[in-house]
């Protein structure tokens, strides 16, 4: 099979699109591979699932078992509905600088604007209302959704996909104090961007002071993620979005990094390391693993209670050892010294 | 009274403006309803305030006593100056797919870029600048007010609001691993707003990875919240700065989420429910309440001592222990085994 | 010296460009502010380096010795690479109304669309895409990168840069609760922007309830903030990105704010204050200080251990007090009675 899995069940089955576990219809494939959704599977009406071996059993549909069921869903979506491909031209509402170069198999939408020595690849998309500044170069394939503001000098790999409201090579945030106000320290870098890499919409990337700002091959950026002037992103690493990442910070390869976190400046994460959502990170990480800061909701008035608690905390020190010293029980080797 | 209010004082005041309590100048009608801003009631040289009863007779000036002062205040505030209606029509510059139905008493700003069957009702206003992707829906009476983009096939309900810079279906964050890479998950559904919502500036809501994304009636929106591929918001819910909602989460009605709370995908809040800003849900809530996962600042050498004291928190359970063990006194119920 | 520091070395050294010690090559200056690139100065290839007494001992290279080496390397950097002065002249395709007043020496970009009665002064540049509302008044030689949308009446001081996707004057957040809907109030005021401000991509500034929201001169603002509604930020204060600043609060002069951090409305924040990245600010601040309230991150599994200790933590609090009744120790001052 194609998708590196074995079909179990009528191999005439027609499938025409794909569709939830839950409202399925005939004609449509679903898939199953995060296991909250397991006990949809005996009420489907789906013409096949897409499933782990695991699940098989409770599956009655024709099914394809897989031993990645999300990447080969994946897959056959991505084939039963194909994304449109470029249509070849340059809108006649698009500004485009003189001396750019668009391939000719580049679509450029409405209202585009190209600055000058501009360079598009082929079947490259710029939609609607983008904004490339000078310099700037897209290699092929690539989808600049719409309102995609690049500013002079940044560099698009292949295949990479920008969303609407993404902002690359603004100004990075560099003010040195002088005399109780702030001078301006000119950010000279670009941004350049690998292959195959995801940007969400409203997601921002600086570029560099004096190099460049750097996101490697394969990384994706949700929505609304920061990214500081000089930040090295590492290949295959996944950004949730609300993230913030300050300047001149290098994260590893095939990091996963969750929701509203928080990196400080001018530390390094290692390859392979994961952070929970809402996490601080202050300081570097210099092995893979999981990390986490998240401290969840509780109800509020448990909460109160908690974080007064929390804040009386130094106190308790002081409790246990005045009270270790009249019981005559030693002190634990860490013992606080607050 | 055409507000539901009790007018005390001249009837023939005349106002012709708001203003706020502190800066007023006669013609102008202000409201009280923080108490925060009490003590500004003896000196305010409004002509009129709008208070209630509790506050009524600290005030020298003419007043609508009213249950609920903010709500008479706004609504009086919307008379006193209305927005300005549709200019029914499309601007020259904007580029208009022959297919679009505009609604003639609708207004389309300078270079608004709407694709091919959109349909966009009556009196409602695309302010400049906005990207509307096909198959897009516009009820009566909305305003894009500018430079919103909205991806294929999203629809807005009558009388919503969006600001600038919202982004309205960018695609899902769905990626699945794959041999140290990442597969793009095609994300096929869209966004259904509904009526009466409000959508804040740099505000992005990702459409469905199959089924929509859905923000119900009257649900209020701040700007640059994040919301995931396929979540739910119940009706009349309000949200406010900076929060983000990872995909597949459900949020009841009538909840208050304050700003840059973060909350985990494939949960359930339930109706009723308020969060403290800066919170994380990493977890379901099943029960009405408020819910809080703040902790407030302190003075940084006082913070130092109390994270260290926190990280230090493992030890304090086996000292208590050996305490405990030492004197003979029983230990707690709920005693910690880390 | 023009820079008011002192030149060591072969005063003919030319110099052309700016470099990181790490990748300078001749012709090239750079600077040493953060001691953690010290070790860079054994090996530079750079021809001169901008840095402080203490360090030029290590260095071999041409020296500018400086108080303050980030701020003179700002300068020189300035110098070396000079901004592009403005070119006079609307873009014909901009759309600009009919008794918008624009200064000729002022230069209106692609696509811009200025509303009426707008006021554009000497030098300034409105970048593509620009979108101004009525009565907008920008000073001279002020920048809007690109994209930047200004609402009605917002007023931007003399110098002052605004990157893209940045949306001023968008409507506060204000909804009055009713019987179980949100009545919206009206949102009547503008934003004042003083001179000598920055403001980074995709960054919000609410317009006012009633009078305005005020951002006086010299503050810089970071990407993706968000600033409510009749917010006041005092002088020279800067803020990192992703913070958001609630309604009605006060934040003073020369304030240094890190990045995430969430400050409540309708409080006060004095001058001098500096709060650290992620912290939660919900009370006002009347001292100047340092004040922080971040978590850092730990390695999961401990975190787990802490977390959950942290939430037996009240129980720890009636431990102690049965300890010390039994032992016969006095409970600290502090007793808690949780």
Redesign the interface.
């Known amino acids: 099979m194609r998708f590196g899995c074995e079909l179990r069940g009528d191999p005439d089955t027609r499938i025409e699109r794909?569709?939830?576990l839950g409202?399925a219809s005939p004609g449509s494939i679903a898939f199953l591979?995060?296991p909250?959704y397991r006990a949809q599977l005996a009420d489907t009406r789906a013409s096949a699932v897409v499933l782990s071996q695991a699940a098989a059993e409770e599956c009655r549909t024709a099914m394809l078992v897989s031993q990645?069921p999300?990447?080969t869903?994946?897959?056959i979506?991505?084939i039963l509905?194909p994304?449109s491909a470029a249509k070849p031209g340059i809108?006649p509402?698009a500004?485009v600088a003189a001396d750019a170069r668009v391939d000719p198999t580049a679509q450029i939408?409405?209202?585009a604007?190209i600055g000058p020595e501009v360079s598009i690849g082929a079947r490259s998309v710029v939609?609607?209302?983008c904004?490339l500044?000078a310099k700037v170069v897209i290699a092929d394939d690539v989808r600049l959704?719409?309102?995609v503001?690049l500013?002079e000098g940044v560099r698009i790999g292949a295949r990479s996909?920008l969303?609407?409201?993404a902002?690359i090579g603004?100004?990075g945030?560099?003010?040195?104090?002088?005399g109780?106000?702030?001078?301006?320290?000119?950010q000279?870098g670009s941004v350049r961007i690998g292959p195959?890499v995801?940007v969400?919409?409203?997601t921002?990337v600086?570029c560099g002071a004096?190099?460049d700002t750097v996101i490697e091959e394969?990384v994706?950026l949700?929505?609304?993620i920061?990214i500081?002037h000089n930040v090295r992103i590492g290949a295959?690493t996944?950004i949730?979005?609300?993230t913030?990442i300050?300047g001149s910070t290098t994260i590893g390869s095939?990091c996963m990094i969750g929701?509203?976190v928080?990196i400080?400046g001018?530390i390094r994460i290692a390859d392979d390391v994961?952070?929970?959502?809402?996490?601080?990170?202050?300081?570097s990480?210099t092995r893979p693993?999981?990390?986490?800061?998240?401290?969840?909701?509780?109800?509020?008035?448990?909460?109160?209670?908690?974080?007064?608690?929390?804040?009386?905390?130094?106190?308790?020190?002081?409790?246990?050892r005045?009270?270790?010293r009249?019981?005559?029980?030693p002190?634990?080797q860490?013992e606080?010294h607050?």
């Open positions: 794909v569709a939830t409202n591979a995060n909250r990645n999300y990447a869903y994946a897959r979506a991505a509905h994304l809108d509402s500004a939408g409405v209202f604007a939609g609607p209302h904004v500044g959704v719409a309102r503001t500013g996909v969303h609407p409201g902002v603004a100004d945030f560099g003010f040195a104090p002088d109780g106000r702030w001078v301006k320290v000119p000279l195959d995801e969400g919409a409203n921002t600086d004096i190099e394969g994706k949700d929505n609304q920061q500081g295959h996944v949730a979005g609300c913030g300050s095939r929701g509203m928080g400080a001018h994961v952070i929970t959502a809402c996490s601080a990170v202050s300081h990480i693993g999981v990390y986490s800061g998240t401290l969840p909701v509780e109800a509020a008035r448990l909460w109160r209670r908690l974080v007064a608690h929390f804040k009386r905390g130094v106190s308790v020190g002081a409790r246990l005045a009270l270790e009249a019981v005559g029980v002190s634990a860490d606080d607050d």
